[in-house]
């Protein structure tokens, strides 16, 4: 589909791709779903929760959506990113959204950009807030810039749909209500709609324990301030106490010191944790878009005036080297 002079009164619905794995519905989804019911009212329209792949699940009506499109195809039992992208161009010149959201995910990072090149809508990645514009209804994109150093409102005024991805846990999922019921409508893509040069021969599945932040209850992460690897382990010995798990600045990833895998931040994971234990963290924008929706913030610093130690809900001056270890012994 080849968009340049739009007719935008044609496009309607707030749409979400309906993350999945293993045929289960990924939590991001219903953070999705929140997003788009607050845009759908806005605009007096209806949230699509589009599921490619799989089947539609209750729990999508309940968190908010009001339509279910559901497609399936020989090849989507595997993700493939040319097959998935044939079924939403389809399913987007037949039904016209006027927005869909992706989740900023490995999967949505790799399909939902192929799909804005191909429907001309321009995409705007890992955004941390969406709004309606009141006055023309366009979709108001805000994430960070230049190296996150500055927040950017984004519109896309010429073209629909409009595109955006979100990264997990910015969004909060909206409280369930069983109660609510939905239509799921059913797609068959055309002969000859999906064209595919590649196949999933196997997929192997690591048998090392990941490291998933974003589920953790508290996190204790620590930045360039715990000087090497042994500092990380005395964290690690404070999260264990708490529960928890242990994250880390940009910088201490770089330097070597931790995984990348515990990396909070812009270039990392984004976590709403109960708890955010920061030590030795300056709080550069590019690690607080990554922790600043979480529940309750301590920060642990030498230096009272960094941007962490204003944003914490509980700031305490002092060395990491001797508050951690009394905290744990405490615990």
Same mark, same amino acid.
């Given at each position: 589909?080849?968009?340049?002079?739009?007719?935008?009164?044609?496009?309607?619905?707030?749409?979400?791709?309906?993350?999945?794995?293993?045929? +289960?519905? +990924?939590?991001?989804? %219903?953070?999705?779903?929140? /997003? &788009?019911?607050?845009?759908?009212?806005?605009?007096?329209?209806?949230?699509?929760?589009?599921?490619?792949?799989?089947? &539609?699940?209750?729990?999508?009506?309940? %968190?908010?959506?009001?339509?279910?499109?559901?497609?399936?195809?020989?090849?989507?039992?595997?993700?493939?990113?040319?097959?998935?992208?044939?079924?939403?161009? %389809?399913?987007?010149?037949?039904?016209?959204?006027?927005?869909?959201?992706?989740? /900023?995910?490995?999967?949505?990072?790799?399909?939902?950009?192929?799909?804005?090149?191909?429907?001309?809508?321009?995409?705007?990645?890992?955004?941390?807030?969406?709004?309606?514009?009141?006055?023309?209804?366009?979709?108001?994109?805000?994430?960070?810039?230049?190296?996150?150093?500055?927040?950017?409102?984004?519109?896309t005024s010429h073209h629909r749909p409009q595109m955006a991805t979100v990264r997990p846990n910015v969004m909060k999922a909206p409280p369930p209500d069983p109660s609510r019921s939905g239509e799921i409508i059913h797609e068959t893509l055309p002969v000859g709609a999906a064209r595919n040069a590649k196949r999933v021969i196997e997929t192997v599945r690591s048998g090392e324990a990941q490291i998933n932040l974003s589920e953790a209850k508290a996190i204790v992460s620590g930045g360039r301030a715990m000087k090497g690897p042994e500092g990380f382990n005395m964290l690690k010995r404070l999260a264990d106490k708490l529960g928890g798990a242990v994250g880390a600045s940009r910088a201490a990833v770089d330097a070597g010191w931790v995984a990348y895998p515990h990396q909070v931040g812009q270039t990392g994971q984004t976590v709403q944790t109960a708890l955010y234990i920061a030590c030795g963290i300056s709080g550069q924008i590019q690690h607080l878009v990554g922790m600043q929706s979480c529940g309750c913030i301590v920060a642990i610093d030498k230096n009272p005036d960094t941007p962490m130690m204003r944003l914490a809900d509980i700031a305490v001056t002092g060395d990491v080297f001797e508050i951690v270890p009394a905290m744990t012994e405490a615990l």
């Open positions: 589909m080849r968009i340049t002079d739009i007719d935008k009164s044609l496009f309607t619905n707030a749409w979400i791709i309906a993350e999945t794995i293993g045929g +289960h519905i +990924h939590p991001v989804t %219903y953070e999705l779903i929140g /997003a &788009a019911r607050g845009l759908a009212d806005a605009r007096g329209s209806k949230v699509a929760a589009v599921v490619i792949g799989g089947e &539609a699940d209750a729990s999508l009506f309940a %968190y908010g959506a009001d339509l279910a499109i559901v497609v399936n195809a020989p090849g989507f039992s595997g993700f493939n990113d040319e097959l998935e992208c044939a079924a939403l161009n %389809y399913l987007i010149e037949k039904h016209k959204p006027e927005m869909v959201l992706c989740a /900023a995910t490995a999967r949505g990072r790799a399909l939902i950009p192929r799909v804005a090149v191909q429907t001309v809508s321009g995409l705007t990645a890992d955004c941390t807030g969406l709004a309606i514009d009141p006055e023309t209804g366009d979709l108001l994109q805000t994430r960070p810039a230049f190296g996150g150093n500055i927040m950017a409102t984004i519109r």
